[in-house]
């Protein structure tokens, strides 16, 4: 069984996600849309590609049977309604949607369309959540009570680079997009270990102090002027999870922007840019060559151009030992992979899912957990570090 696919939007991360569309035995064609024509064509004749659409429009009143949008993070809520209303599967890129609202309105069009919907969360695939969630369920931690999420990302570390390049003339509009309101890559790396939600946060902002115009409220879209922001989360469970969303910071992000700790009553796994060790009570053991990614392209590759250098790391870091490369197909052997090894899975848990009408491990109800904590993260902050209830939608139906 196959089906067709069109990606919105084949600018530095789009393009590889159609290659890897197009390669995957489950996918029998791919098209293209871009706000940029030349760029949708080049893109169909460097992936060889069956063409492109000239508008999102005319996408959804074509006959592919499903979307992979790859546009602006605050875009992907609307779209992604509007495609699913259409008759169309949703591949969406992070984060689900900007508001708690937007949220309600996916699971919404999910439950009246039943069909697929998706969420490309990569650190639901990072070695170390892997890893986290192997040991939790063979019940190696005991009762995991606390865990802590970083993306740590700092924006002289290629956010400019990227941010100009997606943003045009007004690109510090959008620069300042607030750190919580794109958590997932945080929280969902907890929590697709620990399988709890968020009940209740309290969070801190940190005011930018740097006045070059990015995150300026004057200047900002979103007038937004938190650069930094650490937000205190109780999970259902009983437990905590903290988590940091870090823009201006001393730390190597090109190294490991991700990073996760979780403590548990009989053992702990911990975290950093190049070390990550397992504890229980009696030693320390360094797992560190565990989470160690194989590059699957060059660093120079044509296909990177346009990609800031201090970035290009995330766009070429392949599997670790940990992933199950068994689990894929073979058309992926040697094909360019990403965000520590997380593309290939990515694609083929939607393919799979569409192809067998499945739930996809980050469906509407598991995306709408790791989002909507940073969005009420973000009101928290806004509140002086009040502490706000976090809705829950739920399980997906059958789980």
């Known amino acids: ?43 169909v004749d460097l992936y060889h590609l069956a063409g492109s659409k000239a508008s999102f429009d005319d996408l959804l009143a074509s006959d592919v049977d499903a ?8 875009t992907h809520g609307p779209l992604v309604e509007q495609a699913l209303r259409a008759g169309k599967h949703v591949y969406s890129a992070v984060p689900m949607a900007i508001s708690e609202e937007e949220i309600a309105r996916i699971i ?51 956010f ?3 941010y100009q390049y997606s943003g045009g003339d007004r690109w510090k509009e959008t620069a300042s997009y607030p750190p919580m309101l ?25 005011k930018d102090d740097r006045n070059d115009g990015v995150f300026d409220k004057e200047v900002s879209m979103f007038g937004n002027d938190f650069s930094n922001a650490t937000a205190l989360f109780e999970l259902n469970d009983g437990g905590v999870m903290r988590t940091n969303e870090m823009r201006r ?15 548990g009553t009989e053992a702990s796994f911990e975290q950093l840019a190049k070390v990550s060790v397992w504890q229980d009570k009696e030693n320390v053991q360094d797992i560190s060559e565990l989470f160690e990614t194989r590059p699957s392209m060059s660093l120079d590759d ?11 790391d995330a766009f070429v870091s392949g599997l670790s030992p940990v992933h199950d490369a068994d689990r894929l197909p073979e058309e992926f052997r040697g094909a360019p992979n990403g965000h520590e090894g997380s593309h290939h899975f990515l694609v083929d848990d939607f393919v799979t899912a569409v192809n067998t009408r499945a739930l996809p491990p980050v469906n509407a109800w598991v995306a709408a957990r790791f989002t909507l904590p940073g969005i009420v993260a973000h009101q928290s902050a806004l509140r002086g570090g009040e502490r706000l209830p976090i809705r829950d939608f739920g399980d997906a139906p059958g789980i």
């Open 1 to 43: 069984m196959t089906f067709s696919i069109g990606v919105v939007g084949v600018g530095q991360f789009g393009g590889q996600f159609a290659h890897l569309f197009n390669l995957h035995p489950g996918v029998s064609d791919v098209y293209v849309v871009d706000e940029l024509p030349e760029r949708a064509a080049e893109a």
């Open 67 to 74: 979307v992979a949008i790859f546009t602006q993070r605050w």
């Open 108 to 158: 919404g069009a999910v439950r009246e369309t039943d069909l697929v919907y998706m969420m490309g969360e990569t650190s639901y695939y990072n070695p170390a959540t892997v890893y986290a969630r192997n040991q939790h369920a063979a019940g190696r931690f005991g009762r995991i009570f606390y865990s802590e999420g970083d993306y740590v990302h700092d924006m002289d570390l290629g």
């Open 160 to 162: 400019y680079d990227a």
């Open 182 to 206: 794109y958590p997932t890559h945080a929280v969902g790396g907890v929590l697709g270990a620990v399988r709890a939600h968020a009940v209740s946060v309290s969070c801190v902002g940190v």
């Open 249 to 263: 910071v001393g730390y190597p992000s090109h190294i490991r922007e991700s990073r996760f700790r979780f403590f």
């Open 302 to 312: 044509p296909s990177l151009a346009n990609v800031a250098p201090e970035l290009r």
